[in-house]
């Protein structure tokens, strides 16, 4: 004969207990390394970026307009609130399939030898099998170095040019303008 127990699961007041958030070095092993995980609130630093970048994209996987075309990119040049440096550059846009309507997207990085930027792009919305657009808004999404939590927008323009081959798949260089967002007051 099997005895069936039900366990119910009860709650616990924690009101009178008290959270370690780190790790005691009393408590640490002897000569080991002693690992503590924080996070800071910091304040933001809004930057405008401006400028422009060139290079070399192409569509890479399968050629499938009906599941859209994914056009990768890397390039060099300048954007002025990243200082004197060069920016290197290198992303991907998706271009819309065989849908009703949508808006191309992509993520781009912008990286000098001090930080990275990465910015996620989105185009005007379209009709489906429309193609690329050339102008996207950006949004920073994460930052690193010296650009730690810089945050922005704006826009961004990206024009291809084939260069007056019909090769399958596409490929050719670009032109990437960063224009700022207005300033408000």
Known sequence: MRISRRT???L?????MTLLSALSPALAPPGGPLLIAATTQGTTTPVSLNGTLTGDYQVAGKVNPDTGLDYVFSGKGSIKALGHVTVDVTG???????????QTKGLIVLSTPEGSL???????EQ?????????FTFKITNSSGKYLRDQGT??????????????????????MV?????VSS
Do not use: C, M, Y
Request: charged letters at 15%; aromatic letters at 4%.
């Open 154 to 175: 704006g826009t961004v323009i990206f024009v291809r040019d084939p260069g007056g081959t019909s090769a399958t798949p596409e490929h050719g260089t670009f032109t």
């Open 127 to 135: 009709k489906g099998l429309a193609p690329l657009p050339i102008r």
């Open 92 to 102: 991907h846009l998706h271009s819309l399939g065989n849908v009703a309507k949508g």
């Open 12 to 16: 616990e007041v924690l009101e009178s």
């Open 178 to 182: 960063f224009v700022p967002a207005p």
């Open 118 to 124: 990465t910015l996620h792009l989105t185009g005007p």
């Open 8 to 10: 119910r699961p009860q």
